[in-house]
């Protein structure tokens, strides 16, 4: 984890996944195998992939893994 960093795109291919940042010394690009979304309701890596979420309003607290 990086402190001030964001995900601005994910691209995927049939090798993988590259994430691609911005942060205060520039962009960057990591590539990975794979990319876990575990960044809460409002995910910006479902966002950027475009999935969509149901909120079925429960007051309990959740965890929600795309």
């Known amino acids: 984890m990086r402190w001030g960093t964001a995900l601005t795109a994910i691209?995927?291919?049939?090798?993988?996944?590259?994430?691609?940042?911005?942060?205060?010394h520039?962009?960057?690009?990591?590539?990975?195998?794979?990319?876990?979304?575990?960044?809460?309701?409002?995910?910006?890596?479902?966002g950027l992939l475009g999935l969509d979420f149901v909120d079925l309003g429960f007051t309990s607290d959740w965890l929600v893994m795309d």
């Open 11 to 24: 691209e995927q291919d049939g090798a993988g996944v590259t994430a691609v940042l911005e942060g205060e």
């Open 26 to 46: 520039g962009p960057a690009s990591l590539r990975a195998a794979y990319l876990v979304g575990c960044d809460g309701a409002n995910s910006t890596v479902r």
